[in-house]
């Protein structure tokens, strides 16, 4: 099955009139993490109306429970809902407490528990079911913190070991699996997506989540030419503001992104995914903030490509990112 097709019913991702945007070719959302306080049905009602392209969708306790029962049938009354709101999806696993509700992220692919791991394992392979159901573009998952007293080499065969029955779900269902560097996590840059892909084999169903603040906290190319070097494993892309060396996911116009370069660049790679706003700590506030960052994105694709005032310097990453405390 390929993404876009509806398993379960609807017609499908890529049969539904897409929203057109005469200056750009991106197509953007919102991540559901950023709407927690809201019921999901809620959620996509107000992204559609404010004229998002589609949504992230986090599989949480509170929006599509991943371990709750009838999953398959309250997927499919998900699925006829997104059609009728002419709304994409991408499926997203950072709930922070969906399987243990004492550990931020936890159990990981990482943990020295074989148990463990596997609970996560199989999180992600119910994810990969939902996302094919859904007609999902890809599913979205990452590494986790290296345990304490776990050596790197053990770290990484442990995290190549744990993804290979994940991957081959994903290919068995279509979907692409995207893999996110999240800072302070093992697999932390796209250095280190490289480093997995290379273990792996470089499997063609491995693909790579690109969160834009990311690329401003911790690369060492600009966000736009992480774009660029980025371009042919790109399955899924998360967008928000950042400053140089502090993981904090912020609102557009308070960090030091220069955004139309971005979006210029992502535009031309020819990425037909969606570019999902991730705002998890402003919850609080996401309505107002789903009504502020899609006009603000417009107008950033709307700007010229080369921007009329020089990006922000990189200075050096802080030397203890804040991993996925902000997330």
């Known amino acids: 099955m390929t ?23 991106l197509r953007f959302g919102y991540g559901t993490n950023g709407l927690a306080d809201l019921r999901l049905d809620d959620a996509l009602a107000l992204l559609s109306d404010l004229g ?6 986090t599989l949480d306790h509170m929006h599509l429970d991943p371990l709750a029962p009838d999953l398959a049938a309250r997927t499919h009354r998900l699925a006829g809902r997104l059609d009728e709101l002419g709304l994409d999806v991408t499926v997203e696993t950072g709930a922070r407490y969906v399987l243990d ?3 931020k992220h936890g159990p990981s692919l990482l943990d020295p ?7 996560r394992i199989g999180l992600l392979i119910r994810a990969v079911q939902v996302a094919a159901d859904l007609g999902a573009h890809a599913v979205h998952c990452f590494s986790g913190l290296t345990p304490t007293g776990t050596d790197t080499d053990t770290a990484w065969k442990r995290l190549a070991e744990a993804l290979t029955p994940v991957l081959d779900a994903a290919t068995t269902a279509g979907v692409p699996l995207a893999v996110e560097p999240e800072p302070g996590h093992l697999l932390a ?6 480093r997995l892909r290379r273990i792996l084999g470089d499997p063609e ?7 834009i603040g990311h690329c401003q906290c911790l690369e060492p190319l600009s966000p736009a030419d992480c ?3 980025a371009a042919p494993w790109l ?3 998360q967008i928000e503001d950042m400053r140089r060396g502090i993981h904090e996911h912020l609102p557009f116009g308070d960090g030091e992104i220069d955004f139309p370069p971005v979006l210029a660049a992502l535009a031309a790679t020819g990425y037909q995914g969606l570019t999902v706003v991730e705002l998890p700590r402003h919850s609080h506030a996401g309505p107002h903030f789903a009504g502020h960052s899609l006009p603000f994105l417009r107008r950033a694709a709307e700007t010229a490509v080369a921007p009329s005032h020089p990006a922000p310097p990189h200075g050096d990453p802080s030397a203890t990112p804040e991993g996925s405390s902000t997330s």
């Not at 499908?12 to 057109?20: E, Q, S, V, Y």
């Not at 169903?205 to 969160?211: A, I, N, Y």
């Open 3 to 25: 993404p876009g097709t509806r398993r379960s019913g609807g017609s499908g991702a890529h049969d539904r009139p897409r929203r057109t945007h005469p200056a750009s070719s």
């Open 52 to 57: 998002y392209d589609g949504v992230g969708l």
């Open 101 to 103: 509700p004492r550990r």
């Open 113 to 119: 528990d074989p148990d463990d791991r596997a609970r």
């Open 189 to 194: 840059t796209l250095a280190d997506f490289h």
């Open 205 to 211: 169903g491995l693909g790579l989540t690109l969160d």
């Open 227 to 229: 774009v660029r070097a």
């Open 235 to 237: 399955r899924h892309v």
